[in-house]
């Protein structure tokens, strides 16, 4: 299994960046995809969450309005578009990956994005 992020980088505030999580190993299309993130000194929080199939995705107060979360399951790959960057979402970016018969839960080695004039 593995879940490869990649997109990350230093954006000055108000700028854009996407982020892709590409995924091999496991049964993409019927895997919770979610991306989460961890600042200095601070938990692991989830930014963003889509499902398997159909459904509203769901969005951390901070995230909303701001990151849109999408996939295509035909390239097995979550992206989270991240528009209006601010300051306070520097961060380490994970993507994790929910499900299967054993409800496995897999996790991306991060991607760092600082966002700084």
């Known amino acids: 299994v593995q879940l490869v992020e990649s997109g990350g980088g230093l954006v000055q505030p108000g700028g854009s960046l996407r982020l892709s999580c590409a995924a091999s190993?496991?049964?993409?299309?019927?895997?919770?995809m979610s991306w989460y993130r961890q600042a200095p000194g601070k938990e692991r929080e989830l930014v963003a969450r889509?499902?398997?199939?159909?459904?509203?995705?769901i969005y951390a107060d901070s995230a909303k309005g701001r990151f849109t979360i999408s996939r295509d399951n035909g390239k097995n790959t979550v992206y989270l578009q991240m528009n209006s960057l601010k300051p306070e979402d520097t961060a380490v970016y994970s993507c994790n990956a929910m499900g299967g018969a054993r409800n496995e839960d897999y996790w991306g080695q991060g991607t760092q994005v600082t966002v700084s004039s």
């Open positions: 889509i499902r398997s199939a159909g459904g509203r995705p």
């Open positions: 190993g496991f049964p993409f299309s019927r895997y919770v």
